[in-house]
């Protein structure tokens, strides 16, 4: 199984659309997770056409997002219990934000964003993906998404590229 992951896509302020290369990455997933920061549910519609997607909502994202997606959520695939957040908070990093809110849940991965840093690693046997951002850089050297294949393991990489186009 194929999850696409994806966070922080800031539309339609930061881009107009999503990038062509992560449309055709999207369109070979069984599943899309967005881990907040949509900011208009344009994106949804547009990604549902591709795959089925759920998400959360991130600190910019408003009521009709809030409200169709929560804050905080695990979801199952292949068995595999994948938490979702996006990451905001008062005090600490975003992956210790994004950490604390699964303490005392037992999931085997966790889906973040809110940095657009992009990371992938494992923290007390948990495997923590951000997937950067497809659309706003900042001041990361590329745009980015990640693509999380699950089957016996949790396999997670990167897909960096240049131009949002």
């Not at 302020?13 to 900011?39: F, S, T």
């Not at 992938?120 to 990361?140: C, M, V």
Request: hydrophobic share 40%.
């Amino acid at each position: 199984m194929l999850l696409g992951i994806i966070s922080d896509t800031h539309m339609p302020h930061m881009a107009k659309g999503l990038p062509d290369g992560l449309l055709r990455d999207m369109e070979k997933v069984d599943y899309i997770l967005h881990a907040g920061d949509w900011n208009s549910m344009d994106v949804y519609d547009r990604l549902s056409q591709l795959a089925p997607v759920d998400g959360v909502a991130g600190n910019t994202d408003g009521m009709e997002i809030i409200e169709r997606f929560g804050y905080q959520k695990v979801l199952t695939y292949e068995s595999r219990k994948i938490g979702i957040v996006h990451g905001h908070g008062m005090r600490g990093t975003t992956e210790d934000n994004a950490l604390g809110a699964f303490s005392g849940e037992e999931v085997d991965c966790i889906v973040f964003g809110h940095s657009h840093i992009p990371v992938i690693k494992s923290a007390n046997g948990i495997l923590l993906i951000n997937p950067g951002s497809p659309t706003d850089k900042r001041r990361q050297p590329r745009y980015s998404y990640a693509i999380l294949e699950i089957d016996e393991l949790l396999r997670a990489r990167h897909v960096f590229f240049d131009s949002k186009i």
